[in-house]
Structure formats: structure tokens, C-alpha cells
């Protein structure tokens, strides 16, 4: 199986925080029948991607793991204007192997508008973006319907594999099934932080959705599309996404939850978003000859 979403650099963000913990998780990982993995380090406000730390510590892992498990280097892109500017400016930087394809994150407390917008420049340039576990945002959660606009778009869907089997909540459980039976899963992973936090096991995953809705698929999740994204070659033939362009709404109803979001917070006023969202290309477009 192939891991598209791992913290395993140590000390560059809030996953493993040194050497000793990124060998055991690795060693965890392949136990558990990975046998690759992407790392990829946030790339955000709070952990900003310290590109020669980054590449070091990848290659000394590289190096110590020879043998154990493969390893590619991506990114867990947050999706803020001046990262975004970045990415642009310098074309498939972030993206897994250097080849294009890109995790992006959304904030937890809103999801602007005009994330989308930002979404098409970036497609534009070069990348194929992966929405990283759409089913724990707030914002999707009580709007499934963002992310079918953005499946639309050409987005691919990384669902985190132990969400399926209520380790993530209850709201994130019965939302990642209902986009498994749809056909909206492009890719199972872990987005391990360390052994305890999220750890990096995915036969569980593997096992669930082979005897929910096929071997076929599980291998496509955990093996198939992982491997496509991380050679860039050409991308696998897929199961139809069902009811995603006849738009039949999610049966998914986030009301039967109550009130309160999944994390116990409200989304951050619009206003701000915009504010945030006019700065990156009014940048761009005042920086053309």
C-alpha cells in the first residue's frame, strides 16, 4: 500500500518530532504492509516549509529507511494567499515527486469563496490538486455540496483512512462513507502525526472498504491512484462519480448532529475571508511587466 499523506519529516511541523519517532513510524508503517511513503510537511502560517531542512531531513530518512520503505517528498499545502502566490509564481514546487500533484488544506473555522478561484490558477499553471480530508472540515460538513463544486473542477479526494471507521468522529465517519458508496474517493491516507496521533496504519482502511464495496476499489484507493499520482502517469480509469454531475445532493444531513460543528467552532466571518483573498492576485497582477 502507498501512504500520499504522512508527517514523517521530523521537527518541521506538528508531526514526528525527531529522528527516533520518524524511524518507528516508518517502521510501524511498513509493518502494517506500506510500502511507500509521500512526506509531506505542512506548508502553512504556523509551520512555514523550510525548503533546505525539509530536503536534509528527507534525505537522511531516505538514506536510514533504504530497505525498509520508500520515500517521495510532497507537501501538505494550506491553502493561504501568500502559499498560494508561491505555488504560482514557482510551478509544481510543492507538488508530490516535483510532478504535479498537490495536497491542498483548507483553514478548519471557513472556506472562502474565493478558495475556487485560487483552486483554477493553480490548475492552471500545472497541478492536479487533491482536497485533503474533505470529511473533517467544519465547512464541508455542513455543506457537502463544496465539495462536489470543487470534483467539478477536476479536484481529487483524499478521504484519512481511519475517518471510515469512526476514529475521526462520528460526523467524519458517516460523511466518508456516504462519499465511498458515491464513487467520491480518489485516495485513502493516513495523515499520520505519530504513533499515538493518527498512526500510520492504513490495513485497517484497506480491509474495511474491501469488504464493504470491493477488493477492486481498495486496492484503486490504497495502490493504484497513490502510485499514479506519485509517477505522474497517466491517471488510472475510475468508477463514475455518482450523482456528482446530475447533482444529487449527499444524503448526508448534517442537522441529525446538532448545531454545533465538529470541532465546537463557528465559521469565521466572510468579511475576513475576503480581506485575506483580495491581497494575492492584485499581487500577482501588479507584479507583470
Not at 502559499?83 to 514557482?90: E, G, L, P, V
Not at 475517518?163 to 462519499?179: H, I, V
Request: aromatic residues 8%.
Amino acid at each position: 500500500m502507498i501512504d500520499i499523506h504522512n508527517h514523517l519529516i521530523y521537527g518541521v511541523d506538528d508531526g514526528s518530532p525527531d529522528l527516533r519517532t520518524s524511524l518507528d513510524m516508518a517502521h510501524e508503517a511498513a509493518r502494517d504492509g506500506i510500502t511507500h511513503i509521500v512526506c509531506t510537511p505542512h506548508a502553512s502560517d504556523s509551520f512555514p516549509y523550510r525548503t533546505q531542512i525539509v530536503e536534509e531531513r528527507f534525505d537522511e530518512l531516505r538514506h536510514l529507511l533504504k530497505g525498509v520503505i520508500q520515500l517521495s517528498l510532497g507537501c501538505d499545502f494550506h491553502m493561504s494567499a501568500d502559499n498560494i502566490f508561491a505555488a504560482y509564481s514557482d510551478p509544481l514546487r510543492y507538488s508530490i515527486n516535483g510532478k504535479g500533484y498537490l495536497l491542498i488544506e483548507f483553514p478548519n473555522t471557513a472556506i472562502s469563496p474565493h478558495h475556487a478561484d485560487a483552486m483554477l490558477r493553480l490548475q492552471s499553471v500545472g497541478y492536479t490538486l487533491i482536497v485533503t480530508h474533505p470529511e473533517r472540515y467544519p465547512a464541508v460538513q455542513q455543506n457537502p455540496e463544496l465539495l462536489a463544486d470543487w470534483m467539478r473542477m477536476g479536484c481529487l479526494v483524499q478521504v484519512t483512512a481511519n475517518a471510515l471507521y469512526g476514529r475521526c468522529g462520528k460526523m467524519a465517519e458517516d460523511l466518508s462513507n456516504e462519499l465511498l458508496h458515491r464513487n467520491w474517493i480518489h485516495f485513502l491516507a493516513t495523515d499520520a502525526h505519530r504513533l499515538t496521533w493518527r498512526p500510520p496504519h492504513l490495513k485497517g482502511a484497506y480491509d474495511y472498504v474491501a469488504q464493504c464495496v470491493g477488493e477492486e476499489t481498495a486496492r484503486r484507493l490504497c495502490v493504484t491512484n497513490p502510485m499514479a499520482a506519485i509517477d505522474a502517469s497517466p491517471w488510472p480509469l475510475q468508477p463514475e462519480a455518482l450523482g456528482l454531475f446530475e447533482r444529487v445532493p449527499l444524503k448526508f444531513n448534517p442537522r441529525r448532529y446538532g448545531k454545533s460543528l465538529a470541532n465546537g467552532s463557528e465559521p469565521a466571518p466572510k468579511t475576513a475571508a475576503k480581506k485575506l483573498w483580495a491581497r494575492i492576485f492584485t499581487r500577482k497582477e501588479s507584479a507583470q511587466p
